[in-house]
């Protein structure tokens, strides 16, 4: 099994704190993204790579677990599918969950053991769910007594969407216990949402009841728009012609409509415009709002000529 560098897909040192870590990402998934790349395979692989780095690198708990797997590789290879317990006896994760589409072997083999994938592909033409990924772990297995029939226990894991997902709402299909579920994610769903599957547990004992599988929701950080509560945060870039004398700029919001910007003359470099009702969907069917942080491209490269007028501009303003 191939040895993933998440620090080096990043690009950051080893000692890099959590703020640089999330600045790296963001840079190279707004480049690398899907929408921005539509049909380039290899920026999809990419992309599914730097999304990886950042949900291990982000996540102290994983990050610690990385950096022992990095600094003991010798040990650990060759003894892929589970994780170390701390006397270091082995534990097969994919005995209960299995992950069945997504990140690499070497995530899975180490920080999964449950996953989702897409039915129908992704929402926004993706080419499949480059986030199904997940950790999950089976809690309070009670047994009988005395022959007397007793209620399985619960599986509990983590399914991971990204924003589109849980902006559209989306079918998933796991596997849990030996068998595949539908599970039906609904718009709008909120990150830590906690999912209920009845009967879908271990096994009862002595023909007691099965368990419930929960799912916790996680949805994974954008690199283009941010999350808070049922609104989004968007920083839209324009040029300094139309901050100054005003313009459109169009952008394509999370449910794949293009939707059309007026920049009023003189706009100021960090204003924010709210967009009324192009946030995450809510429960009652209303929906949160989009606010577009301005940002003003300087233009680069210039001529000998456009700097002539520019220098021009300045001594006319400074009369």
Known sequence: MEF?????????EKKADKDAIRKAYRKLAKQYHPDANKGDATAEEKFKDITEAYEVLSNPEKRREYDQISSNWGAYRGRAGGRPRPGGEYQNVNDIFSNVGGFSDFFNSFFSGFGGETRGGDPRGFGGDPTGFG?????????????????????????HLSLDEAYSGIDKRVKAGGKTLRVTIPPGVEDGRRLRIRNQGAPGKNGGPRGDLY?????????????KGDDLH?????????????????????????????????????????????????????AGDLFLRVNVLIPENLTESERELFRKLAEFRRR
């Open 135 to 159: 950790g999950a772990r089976a809690r309070d297995f009670r047994g009988a007594t005395g022959g007397r029939p007793a209620k399985g226990g619960d599986y509990e894991g983590k399914l």
């Open 4 to 12: 993933k560098d998440y620090y080096k897909i990043l690009g950051v």
């Open 234 to 286: 968007y920083d839209l870039d324009i040029d300094l012609y139309d901050a100054v004398l005003g313009g459109r700029a169009v952008l394509e919001t999370l449910g794949g409509k293009k939707v059309s910007v007026t920049i009023a003359p003189e706009t100021q470099n960090g204003k924010v415009l709210r967009m009324r009702g192009y946030g995450m969907p809510k429960a009652d069917g209303g």
């Open 215 to 227: 799912l916790t929701v996680r949805v994974v950080e954008h690199a283009l728009f941010e999350r």
